[in-house]
């Protein structure tokens, strides 16, 4: 129900724009988010955003990654700028979503996305 997108290799400093795209029965999206996992270690969270549009980063992206959404899309995007070998990873989205306006909502994931960038 949740598909990602955009990973790739790329040089320390480049950019790469990842997707995730919701489908299905879907009644409302409420937050949408951004995970990452390397080899070995734990995931961590690396963006959330709010239906409303506010966002709250991992202090290691703060300044180089952009969330942002399109509700009418029910697209998360992540944009990754500056990007650094320790950002290599595989990139995981995970959203929200109430099906019905009466049935409780879930958390759900995309499979991931690699990124990996060469020093």
């Known amino acids: 129900q949740l598909q990602a997108s955009g990973g790739g290799l790329v040089q320390t400093g480049g950019s790469l724009r990842l997707s995730c795209a919701a489908s299905?029965?879907?009644?409302?999206?409420?937050?949408m988010a951004w995970y990452r996992q390397s080899p070995g270690k734990q995931r961590e969270l690396v963006a959330v955003i709010t239906s409303g549009g506010s966002t709250n980063y991992a202090d290691s992206v703060k300044g180089r990654f952009t969330i942002s959404r399109d509700n009418a899309k029910n697209t998360v995007y992540l944009q990754m700028n500056s990007l650094k070998p320790e950002d290599t990873a595989v990139y995981y989205c995970?959203?929200?979503?109430?099906?019905?306006?009466?049935?409780?909502?879930?958390?759900?994931w995309g499979k991931g996305t690699q990124v990996t960038v060469s020093s």
């Open positions: 299905g029965s879907i009644f409302r999206i409420n937050l």
């Open positions: 995970k959203a929200y979503i109430k099906v019905t306006d009466r049935a409780s909502g879930m958390d759900y």
